[in-house]
């Protein structure tokens, strides 16, 4: 029962910020789109290259550090050294505030390299924007990371709604008058075209820097009305040896640093993706234009809804290290491998549907969301190639957390380093020799998300001596997916001869794929009533198949 209930626990903190996840990802995707109509693609493209560039330096400085953070906490809340606890915090806010500054400054005044190298000088205005984010995410990353320390992923998802809403308005109200202020300035002030859509693009990051302001005071207003109560656990914490802060500093570096790495690494195919495309086909003579287009329709129309159902994974992985970190604390090997084998069964079970449904309902939802996009057929077909990404991410992701959580911190950043290699040398491959532009980087990206399922599921056999129920975590989910697709893409076509209207249809094929999906998997007896039991109305449900007979 107690293993039951850890279990329950972990997987409940887990989907709660799974859904604050999936819905940051769903105001992003909604806010995006006026954004990008806005921008437009030559705009959408100088806002995403910055964003890369400054996504790799918060994963430099600062996404490291709730998972480090967490894991500190959770290994000193287990054993109730709270004075230990304190010190922890304090060293983590300190180093990053550090690590924050450090960032700031490289972004701000390395703006000009970063856009050169990119060969988009235009993305310089949006780069230095962002650079005070660096500073606040990373105190706002430590503040996460005490919280899920002690097994509540709540604040963490509240801030993380704030934080997308705000961003979400900001960037709207910022990026339109800032493209119409780049109407009026001349091209020979920065010695570059297209000024508004430059303007337009450092408007939409703007919002990324208020957000992030936001989300950091509501985490210390919530860090100050529980200080009274660590204090108050801490004065009662007698008989634990007090660490120094040397030591501290210590564990916190060895944690941090092959975390960045293997995050870094895993993360920075994107950067590097862009910076290969755009300099490979400029040898091969195509206008710059037409390569700010195809840029702009990778990054803004097929990376963004690609990356929706991955935000679960990812969300599970922020949940599960602190809990394994407790149960191996704990000396509770059984823990750990129940809470592994549910965490890798819930990411399947979502990320297989959402794949086959990108795959099937890939030209809809491009005319529903991107009905401005050049050439929507192109970004359907990225979507119907590339979506299978989807499910190996998903694992890779969670599997890369499992590793981390035993302590095996050095493995994700050689298996990153490995994939990266191969996924580099097939791009530029597919780029010089069959010429085929933009797919090229969706069937690399493919490339690699894959190789990261492979080599991370050898280790984990490897070190557990783990191995997951494959028919019910891989088969039948995928059997039921399958099943699913045929059904919607046979609905879609019959409904959008009688409804005419692409977007009802699209939502009533998402409302139907759900409940076929979901009856699927009762059916073929994926989901059992342990699984039910930890969704919200889950008992309710679990009546309700009882009364229809699905279940016994």
């Known amino acids: ?62 996404y490291s550090l709730p998972l480090a953070v ?65 500073v606040i995410l990373s105190v706002l990353g430590v503040l996460r990371g005490f919280f899920q320390g002690f097994g509540t992923m709540i604040p963490t998802a509240v801030s993380n709604i704030l934080e997308q809403i705000v961003n979400a308005v900001v960037s709207l109200v910022a990026a339109s008058p800032l493209f119409k202020q780049g109407q009026l300035i001349s091209e020979s002030q920065y010695g570059f075209t297209n000024i508004p859509e430059a303007y337009g693009a450092a408007g939409g990051t703007l919002g990324t820097v208020m957000g992030a302001l936001f989300a950091m005071l509501f985490m210390i207003f919530l860090f100050m009305t529980f200080r009274k109560r660590l204090n108050t656990l801490a004065r009662n914490d007698r008989g634990h ?64 809804l690609i990356n929706v159902p991955v935000a679960l994974a990812s969300a599970l992985a922020s949940s599960l290290i602190p809990s394994i970190v407790r149960s191996r604390t704990l000396g509770n090997r059984g823990e750990v491998i129940n809470k592994i084998e549910s965490a890798i069964k819930v990411t399947m079970v979502v990320a297989m549907p959402c794949a086959v449904g990108i795959g099937v309902l890939g030209k809809p939802i491009v ?35 499992i590793l981390q959580g035993i302590d095996k911190m050095n493995v994700p950043v050689l298996h990153s380093a490995i994939s990266l290699l191969i996924h580099l040398a097939f791009l530029a491959g597919m780029l010089f020799i069959l010429r085929i532009d933009i797919f090229s980087v969706v069937i690399a990206d493919l490339i690699f998300s894959l190789l990261m399922c492979i080599l991370n599921q050898r280790s984990l056999k490897r070190f557990l001596n783990f191995r997951q129920d494959l028919l019910n975590t891989y088969f039948k989910p995928a059997i039921c997916s399958v099943l699913m697709g045929i059904i919607v893409l046979v609905v879609n076509k019959l ?19 759900f409940v076929v999906y979901f009856l699927a998997l009762v059916f073929f007896r994926t989901v059992g009533e342990d699984e039910l039991a930890m969704i919200p109305g889950g008992g309710r449900v679990t009546r309700l198949l009882r009364k229809i007979r699905l279940i016994r």
Not at 495 to 513: F, M, P, Y
């Open 1 to 62: 029962m107690a293993k039951k209930k850890s279990r329950n626990n972990f997987m409940l903190h887990g989907a709660i910020l799974g859904v604050s996840s999936i819905l940051v990802r769903v105001i992003g995707l909604i806010y995006r789109i006026p954004l990008i109509n806005i921008l437009g693609e030559k705009g959408n493209a100088y806002y995403s290259i910055a964003f890369d560039v400054y996504s790799i330096l918060l994963l430099l400085s600062s």
């Open 367 to 401: 005319n529903m969301l991107f009905s401005h996009s050049v050439d929507p057929d192109k970004v359907a077909l990225m979507y119907a190639i590339g979506c299978i990404s989807v499910v190996f991410y998903s694992l890779s992701t969670i599997t890369n957390s």
């Open 241 to 304: 040896r007090k660490e120094s802060f040397g030591r501290i500093l210590k564990i916190l570096v060895a944690t941090v640093v092959p975390v960045i790495l293997s995050t870094l690494i895993y993360n920075i195919g994107a950067l590097l993706d862009t910076v290969v495309f755009r300099n490979i086909m400029g040898t091969l003579d195509y206008a710059k234009d037409s390569i700010d287009v195809m840029t702009g329709m990778y990054s803004g129309n097929y990376r963004i």
């Open 495 to 513: 409904l959008i001869k009688v409804i005419h209207s692409n977007t009802v249809c699209v939502l009533l094929c998402i409302i139907i794929a």
């Open 70 to 134: 967490s894991k500190m906490v959770s290994a000193r809340n287990a054993k109730n050294q709270f004075k230990n606890l304190k010190r922890v915090f304090f060293m983590a806010i300190s180093f990053s505030i550090l690590v924050g500054l450090i960032a700031f400054c490289i972004t701000f005044f390395g703006a000009d390299f970063f856009a050169k190298i990119n060969d988009c000088p235009q993305c310089v205005i949006a780069l230095r924007v962002l650079s005070p984010a660096l």
